[in-house]
């Protein structure tokens, strides 16, 4: 409601206390902002719930690649661990303090630091690669029962 003035220009009436110029889309913009908002944090955490485990293996592998980047192989058990050469399943340090080698076998450790390089794989999936792949050059079946035919074993 408005007055016409010279020029197109129009003065509207303040109506039961609106201001001057409202039209009422200005809220219901901001309620639809909120609500898309809103919706899209849920949809993200619904989706970083479903993927957390493949996120953290991710997260694994970056953090054993920046390890292994500065590595030194061949200083002893503590740079081995510092090295990223360790995990839950298989510690180093626990039953290696009064060891009298230098850390973890050189061959050994240089092939499982290059499966983690070239395959992105943590320490536990290298250290299980490399295993398999020495059973097979030793002529042992991945269970680790030899394939010899000559071999006689005892199950007790």
């Known amino acids: 409601m408005g007055l016409e003035l010279k020029d197109g220009e129009s003065l509207h009436a303040n109506i039961k206390g609106t201001p001057e110029g409202y039209t009422g889309t200005t809220k219901l913009k901001s309620t639809k902002t909120s609500y898309v908002l809103l919706l899209l944090t849920i949809i993200i955490c ?83 690669e490399y295993t398999k792949s020495q059973f097979g050059e030793h002529n042992i079946d991945s269970n680790g029962v030899p394939l010899d035919p000559k071999t006689v074993t005892f199950s007790g």
């Open 46 to 128: 619904l989706l970083i719930f479903h993927f957390r485990n493949k996120i953290a293996e991710f997260h694994d592998r970056l953090r054993t690649k920046r390890r292994m980047r500065y590595a030194n192989l061949s200083q002893g058990f503590q740079d081995d661990l510092e090295s990223g050469l360790n995990s839950d399943a298989f510690n180093i340090l626990s039953g290696n303090s009064n060891d009298h080698r230098q850390g973890l076998e050189e061959n050994a450790k240089a092939a499982i630091y290059q499966l983690m390089q070239q395959k992105s794989l943590t320490f536990d999936e290298a250290r299980l």
